[in-house]
C-alpha cells in the first residue's frame, strides 16, 4: 500500500507539471486503500510537489466494507527525484546533499516535512501515522524520523 502512495506523489507532480488535473488521475493510487489526499506538500520555490498526506477514509466502501483494521490512520509519502524540469534542480541539489553528507540538514524541503509529520502526529498520534518514501523520498522519511527522536 505505502507504494501506491509513493506513486500517487509521484503523479500529483508529473500531472501538475503537465497542468492536468493531478488529483483526478493520481487518486486511482489511492482510493481502493480508502485513504484521501489531505494535503501536499510543496516546495514554495518552484511550486513542484515533493510530498502528501494521506488521511485514511474511515468510511465504507463501495462494496460496503469497513476500513481495513490496523491500517495507519494518516501517512506522510514523499516521491523520489524526477529528472524532469522544473523539479530536477531542487531534486538534484537535495540528492547530492544526501549522497555528500548523509543528511537533508540545509533543504529548504525538510522543514516543511519536519512541520507536516509533526502536525499529522500531533492530529493522530505516533502509532497512528506511517513515513514512507521512495529514493530521495526515503531520504526525507529517514532524516525527519530522526529530528524527531532527537
Same mark, same amino acid.
Given at each position: 500500500?505505502?507504494?501506491?502512495? %509513493?506513486?500517487?506523489?509521484?503523479?500529483?507532480?508529473?500531472?501538475?507539471?503537465?497542468? /492536468?488535473?493531478?488529483? *483526478?488521475?493520481?487518486?486511482? !493510487? !489511492?482510493?481502493?486503500?480508502?485513504?484521501?489526499?489531505? +494535503?501536499?506538500?510543496?516546495?514554495?520555490?518552484?511550486?513542484?510537489v515533493f510530498g502528501a498526506i494521506f488521511? #485514511?477514509? +474511515?468510511?465504507?466502501?463501495?462494496?460496503?466494507?469497513?476500513?481495513?483494521?490496523?491500517?495507519?490512520?494518516?501517512?506522510?509519502?514523499?516521491?523520489?527525484?524526477?529528472? /524532469?524540469?522544473?523539479? %530536477? #534542480?531542487?531534486?538534484?541539489?537535495?540528492e547530492l546533499r544526501l549522497l555528500a553528507r548523509n543528511s537533508l540538514r540545509?533543504? *529548504? #524541503?525538510?522543514? /516543511?516535512?519536519?512541520?507536516?509529520?509533526?502536525?499529522?502526529?500531533?492530529?493522530?498520534?505516533?502509532?497512528?501515522?506511517?513515513?514512507?518514501? +521512495?529514493?530521495?523520498? *526515503?531520504?526525507?522519511?529517514?532524516?525527519?524520523?530522526?529530528?524527531?527522536?532527537?
Amino acid at each position: 500500500m505505502m507504494a501506491y502512495l %509513493i506513486e500517487a506523489v509521484y503523479l500529483l507532480e508529473l500531472e501538475r507539471q503537465e497542468r /492536468r488535473d493531478a488529483a *483526478a488521475v493520481a487518486q486511482q !493510487w !489511492w482510493k481502493p486503500f480508502q485513504y484521501r489526499l489531505a +494535503h501536499e506538500l510543496v516546495d514554495e520555490r518552484d511550486g513542484s510537489v515533493f510530498g502528501a498526506i494521506f488521511e #485514511r477514509d +474511515h468510511h465504507v466502501d463501495a462494496a460496503g466494507r469497513p476500513s481495513p483494521s490496523g491500517a495507519p490512520s494518516a501517512v506522510v509519502a514523499f516521491r523520489g527525484t524526477l529528472l /524532469r524540469a522544473p523539479t %530536477i #534542480r531542487r531534486d538534484v541539489e537535495d540528492e547530492l546533499r544526501l549522497l555528500a553528507r548523509n543528511s537533508l540538514r540545509g533543504s *529548504a #524541503r525538510l522543514s /516543511r516535512a519536519l512541520q507536516a509529520l509533526r502536525a499529522t502526529i500531533d492530529r493522530f498520534g505516533s502509532e497512528n501515522v506511517c513515513v514512507c518514501g +521512495h529514493s530521495l523520498g *526515503a531520504g526525507f522519511a529517514r532524516q525527519v524520523g530522526r529530528m524527531l527522536m532527537a
